[in-house]
């Protein structure tokens, strides 16, 4: 079994809708950051959280240490948020990231 | 500030080739990383450093060498490329180990092995 789920494996949806991307994990884990991938292939940090909840502009990640769980939520969704969302927790011990498989999202307008 | 730089961006090597993945940060990163991404896989740690000097292996380190001479370069050397090594390759960093870090990434760089 990975240790990093992330569901769902795929996502469509369309234009100004809610979006959730759920990511599960079963080690231990210092901090939790999300990744944005685009077409093209650059990944770029979106989030890292240790606790409770953060907000930037549309996005909002949540994490539940306890139940080792984390979100990804997108309000108002875009066309320009397609791409693939990364989830990665940060491991207590060695402090390595292990990586989810990602989330494809597609907005259609 | 170009944050970190990866080149090439495409390569093709032949089986039995030697080529060095070239990664450089400006940003005064001590922590430095390679990463290989394949289709239905998470990113997977190849060999990483905490400081010039100081390198170590990830999950997947057959087939390549690291070296860390100065803080801003991190070169990936790949001995002798085979099939299995076409994959995209992500160089990353961050001010310290990536627990309570942004990480940065570069690029990629794409390398098919025929």
């Known amino acids: 079994k990975n240790e990093v789920e992330q569901s769902p494996q795929n996502l469509t949806a369309q234009e100004g809708e809610f979006i959730t991307i759920n990511c599960s994990y079963s080690?231990?884990?210092?901090?939790l950051h999300w990744l944005q991938q685009h077409p093209g292939g650059g990944i770029v940090s979106l989030f890292m959280?240790?606790?409770g909840k953060k907000k930037h502009g549309r996005l909002i990640a949540t994490i539940n240490i306890q139940e080792k769980h984390s979100s990804l939520h997108i309000t108002a969704s875009h066309p320009r948020d397609s791409a693939v969302y990364i989830c990665?927790?940060?491991?207590?011990?060695?402090?390595?990231?292990?990586f989810g498989e990602g989330t494809q999202l597609t907005v259609n307008p | 500030n170009a944050g970190v730089t990866q080149t090439p961006k495409f390569q093709v090597l032949k089986t039995g080739q030697s080529m060095t993945l070239q990664c450089a940060q400006d940003?005064?990163?001590?922590?430095m990383s390679w990463y290989r991404q394949d289709p239905g896989m998470g990113l997977r740690l190849i060999h990483y450093?905490?400081?010039?000097?100081?390198?170590d292996q990830g999950e997947v380190p057959n087939g390549y060498n690291v070296s860390r001479s100065t803080t801003e370069d991190f070169p990936l050397r790949l001995l002798s490329a085979a099939p299995s090594q076409t994959s995209v390759y992500f160089c990353?960093?961050?001010?310290?180990?990536?627990?309570?870090?942004?990480?940065?990434f570069g690029e990629g760089s794409w390398l098919t092995v025929v």
């Open positions: 990353a960093s961050s001010f310290r180990q990536p627990s309570g870090n942004t990480i940065y």
């Open positions: 080690v231990g884990i210092s901090a």
């Open positions: 959280l240790s606790s």
């Open positions: 990665a927790p940060q491991k207590t011990s060695g402090s390595r990231l292990t």
């Open positions: 940003m005064n990163h001590e922590y």
């Open positions: 450093s905490v400081g010039a000097g100081i390198t």
